[in-house]
């Protein structure tokens, strides 16, 4: 597709600087779990949890896009896909199951052994990190999906010169992608976190759609609406109680679920365009500081409920957070068991000074390697 409105270093400090943003307001959200006795009745609580992790998991969907764009013009190739759910089985699961093994033996749940902690914690992953779960999930039916609209995108279009005719059977293919993948998803039995997954799905695959299709983001002459949305409909936003709003209508609880997911849209739309925003015109420090959270935005998920009493809130959990992440990073055993990543490599100077056969070469020959 063409991206020509946005390079690739802004278009990924912006995806960064999401990320960044998006944490944060789940490292917020869960201070203000902490700190507050009724949390589900304080409204800073609700205006956070009404949005945030729908909103995380649309983030993840934008991310999800940029590599099915590239490969959408090339062959359709299933092995490319299966090669991508190893990586993210690698960068999710094994954290997944890694931190359920450290909070059974830092908690001793009673009545589990090690084993059958990790059995219920796959059976019910809100006693983990379920996002990372879910988030498996969502990828690997994503992942069939695209394969489909990229085969049937190959099969059934030719290219013109201006790409017209591509891109609009790629939006027709990808509004019939939306039902066929949800219906799959619906069959599946909801064990295993299959539930989480359905609940999630329909924001992960609308974060991939909006960011292929308005990569630039909203139109500036309704980006506003969303806002006024949000701001309007949140304080009536209840975790655990039918909203005021619903109760009028024939059928609360069904009334309750959708204004939910206005909430969340609207909430997540507003903070992609602030996102936006704040990229632009922030000052640089600023924006450096928040887009590399934004890189350890899954490091920070699964580090910060261990520093959520810390002084100042919200600030002192992410330090910290980074802190360890950076710890777990220079261990390669501990980089790939706690976070699903190779390891740092920060002193390669120096271990190349001290190995016994080295050879010498100019400073500026050494290549740095890259994380």
Same mark, same amino acid.
């Given at each position: 597709m063409n991206r020509a409105a946005t390079?690739?270093?802004?278009?990924?400090?912006?995806?960064?600087?999401?990320?960044?943003?998006?944490?944060?307001?789940?490292?917020?959200?869960?201070?203000?779990?902490?700190?507050?006795?009724?949390?589900?009745?304080?409204?800073?609580?609700?205006?956070?949890?009404s949005f945030h992790m729908p909103m995380f998991m649309f983030v993840a969907g934008m991310t999800a896009s940029l590599s099915f764009s590239r490969r959408l013009n090339a062959p359709p190739d299933f092995s490319s896909y299966l090669a991508e759910i190893r990586s993210k089985a690698v960068r999710l699961v094994v954290p997944f199951v890694t931190w359920a093994i450290i909070?059974?033996?830092?908690?001793?749940?009673?009545?589990?052994?090690p084993a059958t902690w990790l059995?219920?914690?796959?059976?019910?992953?809100?006693?983990?990190?379920?996002?990372?779960w879910a988030l498996f999930l969502c990828s690997c039916v994503l992942a069939l999906t695209a394969f489909v609209v990229q085969y049937a995108f190959h099969s059934l279009t030719t290219a013109s010169s201006d790409g017209r005719q591509d %891109?609009?059977?790629?939006y027709l293919l990808l509004i019939l992608a939306w039902p066929i993948s949800s219906a799959l998803l619906r069959a599946l039995p909801s064990d295993l976190g299959?539930?989480?997954?359905?609940?999630?799905?329909?924001y992960f695959f609308g974060g991939f759609v909006f960011h292929l299709i308005r990569p630039t983001g909203l139109p500036n002459t309704i980006r506003w609406v969303t806002y006024v949305?949000?701001?309007? %409909?949140?304080?009536?936003?209840?975790?655990?109680? %039918?909203?005021?709003?619903?109760?009028?209508?024939?059928?609360p609880a069904s009334a309750n679920?959708?204004?939910?997911?206005?909430?969340?849209?609207?909430?997540?739309?507003? %903070?992609?365009?602030?996102?936006?925003l704040f990229t632009d015109n922030a000052p640089a420090l600023s924006t450096r500081a928040v887009a590399y959270c934004g890189k350890r935005s899954l490091d920070i998920y699964a580090i910060h409920f261990f520093?959520?009493?810390?002084?100042?809130?919200?600030?002192a959990p992410i330090i910290a957070s980074l802190g360890v992440s950076l710890i777990l990073r220079t261990n390669a055993l501990t980089s790939w068991l706690c976070l699903g990543q190779k390891p740092l490599r920060i002193w390669p100077r120096d271990r190349y000074r001290l190995s016994p056969n080295r050879v010498e070469i100019a400073d500026n020959a050494i290549a740095m390697p890259k994380e």
């Open positions: 390079s690739t270093s802004s278009r990924d400090t912006f995806l960064d600087c999401l990320k960044g943003l998006a944490i944060g307001t789940v490292v917020l959200g869960h201070t203000f779990q902490v700190a507050t006795v009724d949390f589900d009745h304080s409204l800073p609580f609700r205006l956070i949890y909070k059974y033996f830092l908690a001793h749940p009673d009545g589990y052994n059995l219920h914690v796959f059976q019910v992953p809100d006693d983990g990190l379920w996002f990372l %891109l609009g059977a790629l299959l539930g989480m997954a359905k609940t999630f799905y329909p949305i949000f701001l309007a %409909l949140a304080p009536f936003w209840y975790r655990t109680e %039918l909203s005021p709003l619903a109760l009028p209508f024939p059928n679920l959708e204004f939910q997911r206005i909430v969340a849209i609207a909430g997540t739309l507003a %903070l992609v365009d602030f996102a936006r520093f959520l009493t810390y002084f100042p809130p919200v600030i």
